[in-house]
């Protein structure tokens, strides 16, 4: 079992949808969720942290994490076609430590 | 705030040679940098991780005496790749972190050796 799952997609919705992203996870002291963007011949690009269950809203993104059942998500309301990339999930065990990355969710936005 | 630079953006190299790239922390300090390696269509694959003033932590199966990290300050980090070949063309990426959690990552350095 990876340490860290994502649906590798791709994920095709409308423009102006909501985008459902999703990511599991297997070591349960886990203490820290990320969720990066990237697009096709870049680096990644954070986008949101979370770190307590429950849901954390910035602008279009919400992350949702729900510790007990080992899942972190990202919502993408209103997407744009800009919103075309890979988003990696990523998972920090320890304070400081490294992180593991999933294997990334290509989301494609259709205009 | 949060930014990483990396140098150069892309290089090409004959077989053989040595290349190293540069890591920097603009606008803040990185007791923390992370080297990852991503070769087309996968994911990011982290080859070492580097204190500063200390020895890097190396990733299982990635040789040490071939990528060279030198973390000599709070704000910078080189990776040496050694006796390059062609199969060390990659997507070189580093990433820096203060002493929380998150990791700010680099604009990433494209490496073909010929």
């Known amino acids: 079992q990876k340490e860290v799952e994502q649906n590798s997609g791709p994920l095709s919705v409308p423009e102006g949808a909501i985008a459902s992203l999703n990511c599991t996870y297997s070591?349960?002291?886990?203490?820290?969720f990320f969720w990066y963007r990237q697009y096709s011949g870049k680096s990644p690009e954070l986008i949101m942290s979370?770190?307590?269950?429950g849901d954390k809203e910035d602008g279009r993104f919400t992350a949702q994490l729900n510790k007990a059942s080992q899942y972190v998500s990202l919502l993408i309301r209103d997407s744009q076609p800009s919103d075309s990339a890979t988003y990696l999930c990523?998972?920090?065990?320890?304070?400081?430590?490294?992180?593991?990355f999933g294997a990334g969710t290509i989301l494609r936005v259709k205009s | 705030g949060a930014v990483v630079s990396q140098h150069p953006s892309r290089v090409i190299c004959k077989s053989g040679t040595s290349v190293k790239i540069e890591c920097r922390s603009l606008?803040?300090?990185?007791?923390?940098m992370f080297w990852y390696r991503q070769f087309p269509k996968q994911s990011l694959m982290l080859m070492a991780t580097?204190?500063?003033?200390?020895?890097?932590?190396?990733e299982q199966g990635v040789e040490k005496d071939k990528f060279l990290i030198n973390h000599a300050s709070l704000t910078l980090s080189t990776l040496t790749v050694t006796s390059a070949h062609p199969e060390d063309s990659s997507f070189y990426i580093c990433?820096?972190?203060?002493?929380?959690?998150?990791?700010?990552f680099g604009p990433g350095t494209r490496l073909l050796v010929l």
């Open positions: 990433s820096a972190s203060s002493s929380g959690q998150t990791q700010y």
């Open positions: 070591d349960r002291v886990s203490q820290s």
């Open positions: 979370i770190y307590s269950n």
């Open positions: 990523a998972v920090n065990k320890e304070y400081g430590n490294k992180l593991v």
């Open positions: 606008d803040f300090q990185a007791t923390t």
């Open positions: 580097s204190n500063e003033g200390s020895k890097a932590t190396y």
